[in-house]
């Protein structure tokens, strides 16, 4: 089956690590718009969304996206401590061993 897409624009070199990330992007992003319609979105009788709702939306969105930030930060900072650990083991034990 051939790419829809002509050839020479790329596509022939994504690997699966991008498709992956692009996957689990759009999960995410999935959830988020799932999360917050349910929680924001209640008035189905106009086809305008309410200046409550609409905050509502916002609100939801800048929370979920501060917390994936923080607990990626808290993620980044759990991997350098863990890398310092197995250098100092490391360390310690190329010294215990000579």
């Known amino acids: 089956m051939s790419s ?3 050839p020479g624009t790329g596509i022939e ?19 988020l718009t799932e999360l917050c319609f349910n929680d924001c979105i209640s008035d189905f009788t106009s ?3 309410k200046s409550k709702e609409d905050k509502c939306a916002l609100n939801c969105l800048e929370k979920f996206l501060k917390v994936n930030q923080r607990i990626s930060q808290r993620f980044q900072e759990f991997q350098v401590l863990a890398n310092e650990s197995a ?12």
């Open 47 to 49: 086809r305008n969304i």
């Open 13 to 31: 070199n994504i690997d699966g690590e991008q498709i992956k990330t692009f996957k689990d992007f759009l999960i995410s992003y999935n959830k």
């Open 87 to 98: 250098i100092a083991a490391a360390q310690k034990m190329e010294s215990g061993a000579s």
């Open 4 to 6: 829809p897409l002509p």
